[in-house]
């Protein structure tokens, strides 16, 4: 069964992975085929970073981690290490968790496919 969300998109299963929209599983299908033909390598689905860890402040209150949910994760043969993120449009909460990711690993290569 597909449901939409509130952007329209709709659920999508293929090879026993969920993504949330067709987007997001054409790009899976793209990188799929590429790990294939040795192009790219080690490709992950929805890696999670922690972007702040958990604390607590000054009122002994805890606070719980912060963390960013990509939508890929893989080797490139040339390139090193490549996190990508599907996108329609950058909502607010992405593009302050965006800032705080490639702060927390500027050494990956971050890459938002449209």
Do not use: C, W
């Not at 793209?30 to 040795?38: A, D, N």
């Amino acid at each position: 069964m597909t449901r939409s969300n509130k952007y329209n998109n709709r659920r999508v299963e293929i090879h026993g992975h969920k993504f949330d929209s067709q987007k997001e599983a054409d790009r899976y299908l793209i990188l799929y085929s590429r790990v294939q033909s040795g192009e790219i390598s080690s490709l992950e689905i929805h890696p999670r970073y922690e972007i702040q860890p958990a604390f607590t402040d000054n009122k002994h209150k805890k606070h719980r981690a912060i963390y960013y949910e990509a939508d890929f994760e893989y080797m490139d043969n040339d390139y090193g290490l490549i996190v990508e993120d599907v996108k329609g449009f950058k909502t607010a909460v992405f593009k302050i968790k965006m800032k705080m990711f490639l702060r927390q690993y500027p050494f990956v290569d971050f890459k938002i496919v449209k």
